[in-house]
């Protein structure tokens, strides 16, 4: 079964992380995606991460979808102008966009007061995780909005309720996740009169390439890094919250969720999806119920 056959997506910022589980899974349920981001199998990033666009793209491939990796820096207005363009060129229509660019791990310095933290390095998150997503609203909701029924999916940290009860050291990171949220409920003002849905999206904690890195395991051990971090039991796979996109955008009634922030363990509960390993993991129930209260690191009943 194929429900997203016909329709076409754009993941901004694909390359890795959730945007690459979030295409993926795009792919698996049919859809063709254009998979953004800067670095290519020709060219490195910032960032120094060996995964590419085109890994991405071949994985959406190997999921039965079509991925389509294209170039662009979202900073720059031209290259997402050009996207867009190209889009519309080809397939006429754009039923999907996701929001994804951030690219600012390594700009963070945790636990850091805001006149200790790097400002050059606070600003610079700012605007890859705030005026990216703006400048691609910019240029991509013209053609999202010639049909209805079309999806925007900001993607967060945190969901607007844990947010609001929990500051998110230091200061920029906390502008950089809650903003986006705010950009969410502002689009779905915008769009409702198209007849389209905005909404905020966060996944749970993610077992990104990064932090499989960090905590030095693979996906197939994963379990290993709770000897150093007991509470990572409670993470999941960048393909959970894809897999909360692909029920989003194949749901026929949608809009009941404009404006709305969700989190893939809630998405989970709603329309029935797993994990990869069959299981359905509700972080951000657990970190405030067990991790934030303080209690031995356990996810009975929280996957």
Same mark, same amino acid.
């Given at each position: 079964?194929?429900?997203?056959?016909?329709?076409?997506?754009?993941?901004?910022?694909?390359?890795?992380?959730?945007?690459?589980?979030?295409?993926m899974?795009?792919?698996?349920?049919g859809?063709?995606?254009?998979?953004?981001?800067?670095?290519?199998?020709?060219?490195i990033?910032?960032?120094?991460?060996?995964?590419?666009?085109?890994?991405?793209?071949?994985?959406?491939?190997?999921?039965?979808?079509?991925?389509?990796?294209?170039?662009?820096?979202?900073l720059?207005?031209?290259?997402?102008?050009? !996207?867009?363009?190209?889009? +519309?060129?080809? /397939?006429?229509?754009?039923?999907? &966009?996701?929001n994804?660019?951030?690219? =600012? %791990?390594?700009l963070?310095?945790?636990?850091?007061?805001?006149?200790?933290?790097?400002?050059?390095?606070?600003?610079?998150?700012?605007?890859?995780?705030?005026?990216?997503?703006?400048?691609?609203?910019?240029?991509?909701?013209?053609?999202?909005?010639?049909?209805?029924?079309?999806?925007?999916?900001?993607?967060?940290?945190?969901?607007?309720e844990?947010?609001?009860?929990?500051?998110?050291?230091?200061?920029?990171?906390?502008?950089?996740?809650?903003?986006?949220?705010?950009?969410?409920?502002? !689009?779905?003002?915008?769009? +409702?009169?198209? /007849?389209?849905?905005?909404?905020? &999206?966060?996944?749970?904690?993610?077992r =990104? %390439?990064?932090?499989?890195?960090?905590?030095?395991v693979?996906?197939?051990?994963?379990?290993?890094?709770?000897?150093?971090?007991?509470?990572?039991?409670?993470?999941?796979?960048?393909?959970?919250v894809?897999?909360?996109?692909?029920?989003?955008?194949?749901?026929?009634?949608?809009?009941?969720?404009?404006?709305?922030?969700?989190?893939?363990?809630?998405?989970?509960q709603?329309?029935?999806?797993?994990?990869?390993?069959?299981?359905?993991?509700d972080?951000?129930?657990?970190?405030?119920?067990?991790?934030?209260?303080?209690?031995?690191?356990?996810?009975?009943?929280?996957?």
């Open positions: 079964m194929k429900p997203l056959e016909g329709k076409v997506a754009l993941v901004a910022g694909g390359t890795r992380g959730a945007g690459r589980g979030i295409a899974e795009l792919g698996a349920a859809a063709t995606v254009y998979i953004t981001g800067r670095t290519t199998r020709n060219e990033s910032e960032y120094g991460r060996p995964e590419t666009i085109e890994e991405t793209a071949d994985l959406v491939n190997n999921l039965g979808g079509i991925g389509i990796a294209v170039q662009v820096d979202h720059i207005h031209e290259q997402v102008q050009s !996207l867009i363009e190209k889009i +519309e060129k080809e /397939h006429g229509k754009l039923d999907i &966009l996701v994804d660019i951030w690219g =600012s %791990e390594y963070v310095d945790w636990d850091t007061k805001v006149w200790e933290h790097s400002l050059k390095k606070g600003l610079r998150m700012l605007r890859l995780a705030i005026d990216t997503h703006l400048i691609t609203s910019h240029y991509a909701l013209p053609l999202l909005i010639k049909n209805e029924g079309g999806l925007v999916i900001e993607m967060a940290d945190g969901t607007k844990y947010n609001n009860e929990n500051y998110r050291l230091p200061m920029f990171y906390d502008l950089a996740k809650t903003s986006v949220i705010r950009i969410a409920e502002g !689009l779905a003002h915008e769009l +409702e009169q198209h /007849h389209c849905t905005a909404v905020s &999206l966060t996944p749970g904690w993610m =990104s %390439e990064i932090m499989l890195d960090h905590y030095g693979k996906e197939e051990d994963w379990r290993n890094a709770t000897e150093k971090e007991p509470h990572f039991v409670i993470s999941e796979t960048p393909r959970y894809g897999r909360a996109v692909a029920a989003l955008a194949g749901d026929p009634e949608v809009s009941r969720w404009n404006g709305q922030s969700m989190s893939s363990g809630k998405l989970a709603v329309y029935g999806f797993t994990d990869l390993d069959g299981s359905q993991p972080c951000w129930r657990y970190l405030v119920e067990v991790q934030n209260a303080g209690k031995q690191a356990n996810a009975t009943g929280y996957r």
